[in-house]
């Protein structure tokens, strides 16, 4: 144990990172019934009939944090994970546990394989131009 300057004791380390390790967060869980929804640039967004997340005991302050920062502005999963300093795994968990509340939905990106090839674009804006 140290001390400061003031002879008080330091019970941790401000380099030693978080006192909770993830898995705790997560209850040991390493993944949730959404997890394959959740890729990294899946949108979250807090859902408009959610009730105040501080009322509900069965969450955590981290899944607190998670409806907080995407309330005013929808986060990707990736955002959130920088925002709270977790690593994505635990950030998954914990919106899936969110998703499964009902307090958020996810918004996925859609697969370039399903975007319009942009050739057959410029043809329609060809054709129309036609017109």
């Known amino acids: 144990m140290s001390t400061d300057g003031q002879g008080r004791s330091h019970w941790f380390d401000d380099e030693a990172g978080p006192v909770v390790r993830p898995y705790a967060m997560t209850r040991g869980r390493t993944t949730s019934a959404v997890q394959h929804r959740l890729d990294l ?47 994505i ?26 975007l319009p090839d942009e050739s057959i674009l410029r043809d329609v804006i060809n054709g129309l131009r036609a017109l």
């Not at 635990?90 to 939905?105: C, I, N, P, S, Y």
């Not at 918004?107 to 370039?112: E, L």
Request: net charge negative.
């Open 89 to 114: 795994g635990v950030v998954r968990v914990l919106v899936g546990d969110l998703v499964d509340a009902e307090f958020v939905h996810v918004n996925r990106p859609v697969p370039p394989a399903e």
């Open 41 to 87: 640039i899946a949108v979250v967004v807090v859902e408009p009939h959610a009730d105040d997340p501080d009322t509900d005991s069965s969450l955590s302050p981290e899944h607190v944090d998670i409806v907080d920062l995407c309330r005013d502005t929808p986060q990707s999963v990736a955002e959130l994970s920088a925002e709270l300093n977790l690593p």
